[in-house]
């Protein structure tokens, strides 16, 4: 820990640039929290980074606050907004950041987010709203706040910056929060707090209060609209009615795509660096790069959108995009923040020891198990017990990091199982010390690489297994979720039984069957017959997938609907028999075989910002093992 109160003491008496190197990733997180000691900007490269990096600082520093400030989830001058989840995270921090007293914080950020300019901190002044059980507040200031800070009506909430109001009954999901909240009203007395599941809307626990924040970096009030079309006139010209985007912020309505104009709605936009003043900054290993990349990027973007031919530009909705330094903050806005302050840069390289401006975390790779992986006349765990015993035996704190709990039951019997007995769950960095010297720690830690110092050792997941293919947790329907769709049924919605085709939803109603009450959905279909669904065999139905409009309702008992499926079923297997004798001559018909290039292609690939959906990482290794079967491929 000396090199940490050698930097931190160099840092202080000169604020100025260093190179922290020996902090592999993990322990880097560990480096920056010794760290801090006010304020602190930690700069990754991409959101991936940011993660692992935000889990190793909870986990080493748990007693550190630390807030999340992510990028927009969409491409320079594109024509979708952001995600809503990631607007409220990011509004959270900067609500914090705007109205909380200073003190010890470390606010993670990426080199994507902190190049693009931000609203102003003064846009938050009493726009922020605190709800304590048995407090007052009456139903017409409650709603005058979502309007005044973007949130969204809607019948079921189920996304942040969503409120909903039946009665005396009000759900929302503020920005920043885990799960929405219900609030439920006596007159104006707040009698009760609860959080629920947005899949399920069931109660998850009760609050004494909540916060509320705006939900939207665009917040349409009455002198946002009006610098808006003026600058947008001003910059643009004359618009007609032609220009969706302008039609629609003059009435005051939410557009698509309109944070992409951010500069219009504010006297000034700020920066992240303006949030935090007197914050010391760490930057990630290969951030400049990064920001290069990232700077090209908005140009050839901006550049695209301006010089469009005529033809393309009748073709297409009109756009026109604001210059990139309104948005987006250069290379001598950059340089500029940075001067003054003390600039930590993160290295994998071993710097001169002899230079003041260079220090040494202590840190190394942890050992990696390749070689016994590859070899078919070793037992991988058994050597993973060995190492284990041999680092324990030499006084090091030894602990073993998985990527979840899960995995982490699982190592923990396979390593039992191997010989390790006395493995024991470590929570924290502060758990992890407190090991005695006959224990090796299990820790839940999403490290991509395990590291060594002279007391502590980490092994890494796939320091044992390998690379690991990482996939994005899917949401899946439940019964009780479509239970809870049900009820936010309109009567008169159409929906489809499996057996008896198109009927009309009326309600939910509890009927006597054999003296016992049971819930059951109740449709009606073609002559006034009505079905009675109970609720446990709702799986039956599901939404009507189109219009409403000119559908006809089905008779129950009657052939139409057979019939309709029978049809149906015919076509599938006629356009299968199709199917199977084209790919069949596919795979007789040779093709060339296509290998991307080592190196270069992941090169390629890493500089994606964004991490890939599911369907694009199937689509993707779909894709490349089409490319080097030798078959002919049908892909679009």
Request: contains cysteine; charged residues 30%.
């Amino acid at each position: 820990m000396s090199a940490f109160r050698d930097l931190a003491r160099s840092l202080a008496d000169r604020p100025h640039a260093v190179t922290l190197f020996g902090a592999p990733e993990g322990y880097d997180a560990a480096a920056i929290g010794n760290l801090v000691d006010g304020q602190w900007l930690h700069v990754c490269r991409d959101d991936g980074r940011m993660a692992r990096f935000a889990a190793a600082l909870a986990f080493f520093h748990p007693e550190l606050e630390a807030l999340t400030f992510p990028a927009w989830d969409c491409l320079p001058y594109d024509r979708v907004s952001p995600n809503g989840e990631i607007v409220s995270r990011r509004i959270d921090s900067l609500t914090r950041l705007a109205t909380a007293p200073p003190g010890r914080l470390i606010v993670l950020t990426t080199v994507n987010a902190l190049v693009q300019r931000v609203p102003p901190r003064r846009l938050f002044d009493g726009r922020v709203l605190r709800l304590r059980t048995g407090g007052r507040i009456g139903l017409d200031r409650l709603q005058s706040f979502f309007r005044n800070n973007g949130y969204i009506r809607t019948d079921t909430v189920r996304e942040p910056g969503e409120f909903a109001i039946r009665g005396g009954i009000v759900d929302l999901f503020a920005a920043g929060a885990a799960e929405p909240v219900r609030l439920d009203f006596f007159g104006d007395t707040l009698e009760s707090v609860r959080s629920f599941d947005p899949l399920n809307q069931r109660s998850t626990g009760t609050l004494d209060e909540t916060v509320l924040r705006p939900v939207s970096e665009v917040l349409l009030d009455d002198d946002a609209v009006r610098r808006f079309r003026s600058r947008y006139r001003e910059q643009f010209g004359a618009t007609g009615t032609d220009d969706p985007l302008y039609e629609a912020v003059s009435a005051g309505r939410r557009y698509v795509g309109m944070e992409h104009w951010l500069p219009l709605y504010y006297e000034r936009l700020e920066t992240l660096f303006e949030y935090l003043p007197e914050a010391g900054i760490s930057l990630d290993y290969q951030a400049e790069e990064v920001r290069g990349h990232r700077l090209e990027a908005i140009g050839d973007s901006y550049a695209a959108r301006h010089n469009v031919t005529p033809a393309a530009r009748a073709a297409a909705p009109i756009y026109r995009p604001i210059r990139p330094d309104q948005l987006y903050i250069d290379s001598r806005e950059w340089q500029t923040a940075l001067r003054g302050r003390p600039v930590v840069q993160l290295s994998p390289f071993a710097g001169d020891q002899h230079d003041d401006n260079c220090f040494d975390a202590g840190a190394r790779p942890a050992r990696n198990f390749a070689a016994e992986r590859a070899d078919p006349n070793v037992v991988l765990f058994e050597a993973v017990r060995d190492w284990l015993e041999a680092e324990r035996k030499a006084g090091r704190n030894t602990a073993v990091a998985a990527f979840s709990a899960g995995s982490a039951d699982r190592l923990l019997t396979v390593l039992r199982e191997r010989g390790v007995s006395d493995l024991r769950s470590v929570a924290d960095g502060r758990a992890l010390e407190a090991l005695p010297p006959s224990a090796v720690g299990l820790a839940v830690l999403p490290l991509e690489q395990g590291f060594a110092t002279g007391e502590l050792v980490l092994l890494g997941e796939q320091d044992i297994l390998g690379d690991r293919l990482a996939r994005t947790a899917r949401r899946r329907r439940s019964l009780d979720q479509f239970i809870t769709e049900a009820t936010a049924l309109t009567p008169g919605d159409l929906v489809v039984h499996a057996d008896h085709g198109i009927g009309r939803y009326e309600a939910l109603e509890t009927i006597d069957v054999a003296g016992a009450p049971h819930d059951c959905v109740r449709l009606l279909y073609a002559g006034d017959d009505k079905l009675y669904v109970p609720v446990e065999n709702i799986e039956v139905l599901s939404r009507f997938g189109s219009e409403d409009a000119g559908a006809q309702l089905d008779r129950l008992g009657g052939v139409a609907w057979q019939s309709r499926k029978a049809r149906v079923k015919k076509r599938i297997r006629d356009i299968a028999g199709e199917l199977i004798r084209v790919a069949a001559e596919r795979q007789l018909r040779p093709g060339d075989v296509l290998q991307p290039p080592e190196g270069i292609y992941e090169e390629f690939a890493a500089r994606f910002p964004y991490p890939e959906t599911e369907d694009q990482l199937n689509a993707i290794a779909d894709t490349l093992a089409d490319m080097a079967s030798g078959k002919p491929m049908d892909r679009l």
